[in-house]
């Protein structure tokens, strides 16, 4: 089980809005930066948002994040087919051992 | 551009040993932290190990602490994953990943992997 809390799934059609949540605690989304990654199947993670809302080059603005307490959100707007993917959260964690934590992921369908 | 390349991926015995490998380019290697993180087939993301840019701080996750071991060499711009008592469960992918910053920050940059398989 992971430590950050993600929906399994989500869906909506091409064009309509997504949110995807990232629920944590007081020892990680609550004192840290969250990341977000995108995975499309059979290639590696890339990083998609970082600083909760900052954007690498590249990452159109269709994409923003947002951080409240111990929740942060993934917004994904004018929804492409391309945007079918696997959707990752990611944080530092300031336990016992520092660390870094990762949500479960959730598989964004474009219907 | 940053590339990642790993290597040293392969099938291990439960039990045995594998050391991978990840090849850096395209960046001044030694001013940033370094991450190993895997993904078990099907599964999601599980962070592995970091090591700072000078190697004094190191840090694994509890299912791998005191059989595996992260180092670098940044006279070779590489970084290094030593797994010992390898176990079914650490069957998985595994990504060498930059970190933004010489201290654990965020990761930034993936490489594409290598499998590790461990089998009785």
């Known amino acids: 089980q992971s430590v950050l809390t993600q929906p399994p799934s989500v869906s909506a059609a091409p064009g309509q809005k997504v949110t995807i949540s990232c629920s944590g605690n007081?020892?990680?989304?609550?004192?840290?930066?969250v990341s977000w990654y995108q995975q499309f199947p059979g290639t590696a993670p890339k990083l998609l948002m970082y600083e909760n809302n900052k954007r690498p080059s590249g990452i159109p603005d269709r994409f923003s994040g947002s951080k409240s307490g111990t929740s942060a959100s993934l917004d994904i707007t004018g929804l492409q087919t391309g945007d079918e993917a696997d959707y990752y959260c990611g944080a530092w964690d300031s336990r016992l051992s520092a660390n870094w934590v990762f949500g479960g992921g959730t598989k964004l369908t474009v219907l | 551009e940053v590339q990642l390349e790993e290597s040293g991926g392969g099938l291990a015995q439960i039990g045995g040993s594998l050391r991978l490998s990840c090849l850096v380019s395209?960046?001044?290697?030694?001013?940033?932290?370094m991450h190993w993180v895997r993904q078990a087939p099907g599964k999601g993301l599980e962070w592995v190990s970091t090591?700072?840019?000078?190697?004094?701080?190191?840090d694994y996750a509890d299912s791998v602490r005191g059989r595996f071991t992260i180092s670098r060499d940044n006279a070779k711009n590489s970084l290094y994953l030593q797994m010992n008592s390898l176990r079914a469960e650490d069957t998985a992918l595994y990504y060498c990943?930059?970190?933004?910053?010489?201290?654990?920050?965020?990761?930034?940059?993936w490489g594409k992997g290598t499998t590790v398989t461990v089998s009785s």
């Open positions: 990943v930059k970190d933004s910053r010489p201290y654990l920050f965020y990761m930034d940059v």
């Open positions: 007081s020892s990680n989304v609550g004192n840290a930066f």
């Open positions: 090591i700072n840019w000078n190697s004094v701080d190191i």
């Open positions: 395209g960046i001044t290697f030694d001013d940033y932290a």
